[in-house]
């Protein structure tokens, strides 16, 4: 036999009333919540007390994500303006909330220092360029100045080399001067030999004619003077020109090594001359350098 239910009463049916519409009102804010509208609120609830502390715990908890997602939205949006000291505000944040605010503060000082970090390597980096770009201009004006100094050497050394050989050029025609001479003093004393020696046969043979050949006598006296002064003559200029020769031989063997070691530095002003200003040399490589780190600072 089924038992009757008893009637609800007005109170028991105004207090259902009043959570169903709880229910329905907190189920729409979890929804709009849900959504990612944080500014909405539970609305006042009427009934029964556990009803207002229901409301008042949703509200709270809506408060607590509301302020953390703006304080995380502003410390972030500071960061990443280069604001760091504008930090995650704690107070008020309970739980997970406070300690996921305490890493956001220390992941904004690892941000600022990191940043500190690469402001000082960009200042470092600027001077460093700047640096090399002054530089690579000394070294491009010094370079452009040694390669001028270089061609004006290299332009003396070759008249060096061209005086050089000259002057090798007219002491060997001293040098066979100084060999015909010789020849020629030889001659003379060939010649002194002989006239000496017909001026004694013509002495003698005035002495054999007397009285007759007394004048041809002393004709042959002074031939024979002549023909002895003519041989010691000779002999002075055969001493001259030896000694004459053996100074040219020595001048020669001296302008030889002048003239090697001029050829030898010409050769190497010319290497110099094309190291300091060449299509390669140190002033176009210096410019190439100069160029290369104009372009690094303007990308950089």
Known sequence: MLRRR?????????????????????????????DGDLEVRVPELSGPADLIGLRNGFNRAI???DGYVREST?????????????????RGMPGAFREGAVRSNRAR?????????LDAQASTRAQMVDRAVEISTHVAAASTELGASAAALAHAARS????????LTTVHALERSSAEIQLAVTLIKDVA?????LALNATIEAARAGDAGRGFAVVAAEVKTLADEAARSSDDISQQVAASQQATDAAIEAIGRVSGVIH??????????????????LSHLAEML??????????H
């Open 6 to 34: 008893p009637a609800a009463s007005d109170a028991d049916l105004a207090e259902l009333a009043a959570y169903r519409r709880a229910v329905a009102d907190l189920t729409a804010v979890l929804v709009l919540v849900a």
């Open 74 to 90: 502003a410390s972030l949006t500071a960061a990443a303006e280069g604001r760091f000291h504008r930090q995650f505000l704690v």
């Open 63 to 65: 408060d607590v994500m």
């Open 109 to 117: 000082l690892q941000m600022a220092a990191s940043a500190a970090d």
């Open 193 to 197: 030999a002989q006239t000496r020696l």
């Open 160 to 167: 060096g080399v061209s005086e050089a050989d000259h002057a």
């Open 264 to 281: 030898e530095m010409n050769d190497q002003v010319d290497g110099i001359a094309d190291a300091a200003g060449g299509t390669q040399g």
């Open 290 to 299: 100069h160029t290369d780190i104009g372009r690094f600072a303007a990308q």
